[in-house]
């Protein structure tokens, strides 16, 4: 299973930033910081979340295809991740709502980077 997932970014300090009020809406919070990664989790042996500088030096670029789910609690929750994201400066790629009928309710965003992410809860 996962254990972290990285995203790459070109201001560590922003994203930092970004990522401290975004994860602090789930409990997670820092885990490891160096000058070129940040790691956020809710505890240890749970899936993680990190930010890091690319390690080849090249600017870091936003992956086609790839998306970062973070499990929310509920479709509250969820509508709250998405405004915070927005309320930090990140953008909309997808309001708050439910996707399809397996009681799936997510809602889409873009972090400072433009790496996507989506906060989501299963309902019913």
């Not at 972290?4 to 490891?32: C, H, M, P, Q």
């Not at 400066?89 to 965003?109: C, K, L, N, Q, V």
Request: glycine letters at 14%; a negative charge; one cysteine or more.
């Amino acid at each position: 299973m996962i254990a972290y997932i990285t995203l790459g970014t070109n201001d560590l300090e922003k994203a930092g930033s970004f990522y401290d009020a975004l994860l602090g809406e789930v409990g997670a919070t820092r885990f490891s910081t160096t000058e070129r990664m940040i790691i956020w989790g809710t505890q240890p042996g749970q899936p993680m979340v990190a930010v890091c500088t690319p390690h080849d030096t090249k600017p870091a670029t936003v992956g086609n295809g790839v998306m970062v789910a973070l499990t929310a609690s509920s479709s509250d929750q969820v509508k709250a991740l998405h405004a915070r994201a927005l309320e930090l400066g990140g953008s909309d790629e997808g309001e708050p709502g439910p996707r399809g009928d397996s009681g799936f309710y997510g809602g889409y965003f873009r972090d400072l980077d433009g790496n996507k992410l989506v906060a989501f809860a299963h309902e019913g």
